[in-house]
Each structure stands twice: as structure tokens, then as C-alpha cells.
């Protein structure tokens, strides 16, 4: 089983959708969970950040962290084409070792 | 937030010969890490450089064959040697941020060998 599972996709929405991303993880050492957006031929941008369990509500973007469940999430309001990237989450123990771990990516499509 | 700037932006390369690709960051950072993304794939850690020591390879990946220096605390190059067409992959470096668990990252270098 890998550490980090997340679904490739291709997920294909209408704009104005609400979209949910998903990972589930196995090591519950994890502490942070980041996602991360990544447009065609450029490198990962950080998008959210969370430390432990809760929500974070950053504008159009909500983070979730289940960590009882090993399950993060993130949710896309009012889908817009320029939401259009591939999304990666991404976790670590934590320390000042920056270990990340990556999911796979799920990547999205926001049709007009 | 870092920003980083790597190049070259892409390359086409023969069999066999090396490609250094380098990365820049406009603060400094103890801490520089080098990914491959093959598609499909997670992003894969290749190693950890930090300034004034010897790079920390992961497992699967050797010195000999991604040779890594760390002069400064904002600079960084990754050597891709004796290239074969299995290594065609995107590589990307990173820096974290200091006092923080974050990653910033480069737009990185797109590598076809032939």
C-alpha cells in the first residue's frame, strides 16, 4: 500500500461546479497536509496549508484534514476554467525536515 | 514566499552525456531538495542538499549518477550523468521555508533524452 493514495482523474466539471478533491494516507505519523496546484509545463504552486486536523477556509478553497479517517480533502467553490491544473496533496511528518510526500495528482478540468 | 528560478527550462540530450540544471533562489534557505516528476507519477524525492554538506540521497538514487553541489545558501545544481532515455522525466527543485514546513518550487526543467 502506498503512503499517499489519490485519485488521477481526469475530473471534468462545468464551471460554477463545487469540486472535491480527495487523498487518504496510511502513515498517521502526518501532521502537515498541503495542496498544491500545478498548471501545464510549470512547477507546483502551494495552495493550502494545514497543520493537524480541522478546516481552512482560504476564498474559493476549503482544506479538511480527517486524520482520525487518514482522509484530506480539498473543495473548489464556484469552479472557474482558471481552475483548470492539476492538484497534488501533499504531507509530512513535520520537524524542520520538510519530508513531503506526494499523491499522485488529480488532474481537473473546468469546462466553460 | 521563495522564489525560485531554475533552468534550462527543457533540453533535448544525446545518450550518454550529463546536464546540469541549476537553481537559484532569491533568499537563503538551509534547505534545497531535487524531485523528479515522471508522468503518472508522484513527484519523486531525489535528494536533500543543504549548504556545507554532502547531499542525502534517497533511496533508489546515487551520487555517481545525480551528483548534487550546494556552494551557498541560495544556490543549487543538479547533475543528470550518463544519460539513457529512462531518464527522461521533469525535475524540480525546491526550498523550504524558513521557520516553516513549506515548500516552494521551481517551474522546472523538462528533460527528453534520445
Known amino acids: 500500500q502506498k503512503e499517499v493514495e489519490q485519485d488521477p482523474g481526469p475530473l471534468s466539471v462545468p464551471e460554477g461546479a463545487i469540486v472535491s478533491l480527495n487523498c487518504t494516507y496510511s502513515?498517521?505519523?502526518?501532521?502537515?497536509f498541503m495542496w498544491y496546484r500545478q498548471y501545464s509545463r510549470k512547477g507546483p504552486e502551494l495552495l493550502m496549508y494545514?497543520?493537524?486536523?480541522g478546516n481552512k477556509e482560504d476564498g474559493r478553497f476549503t482544506a479538511q484534514v480527517d486524520k482520525s479517517s487518514k482522509y484530506i480533502s480539498l473543495f473548489i467553490r464556484d469552479s472557474q476554467p482558471s481552475d483548470s491544473a492539476t492538484y497534488l496533496c501533499a504531507m509530512s511528518e513535520g520537524g524542520s525536515q520538510g519530508n513531503l510526500i506526494f499523491g499522485k495528482g488529480t488532474k481537473l478540468s473546468v469546462k466553460p | 514566499s521563495a522564489v525560485i528560478s531554475q533552468k534550462p527550462s527543457r533540453d533535448i540530450c544525446q545518450r550518454g552525456t550529463s546536464l546540469t540544471i541549476q537553481c537559484q533562489v532569491d533568499s537563503q534557505v538551509t534547505m534545497m531538495f531535487w524531485y523528479r516528476q515522471q508522468p503518472g507519477q508522484s513527484l519523486t524525492l531525489i535528494a536533500t542538499a543543504n549548504q556545507g554538506s554532502e547531499a542525502t540521497y534517497e533511496s533508489g538514487f546515487v551520487i555517481d549518477k545525480f551528483p548534487i553541489s550546494r556552494p551557498n545558501l541560495t544556490f543549487s545544481t543538479l547533475t543528470v550523468s550518463n544519460m539513457s532515455p529512462e531518464d527522461s522525466s521533469i525535475y524540480l527543485c525546491?526550498?523550504?521555508?524558513?521557520?516553516?514546513?513549506?515548500?516552494?518550487f521551481g517551474a522546472g526543467t523538462r528533460l527528453s533524452v534520445l
Open positions: 502513515n498517521s505519523a502526518f501532521q502537515y
Open positions: 494545514t497543520y493537524s486536523s
Open positions: 525546491s526550498a523550504l521555508q524558513p521557520g516553516k514546513n513549506i515548500q516552494y
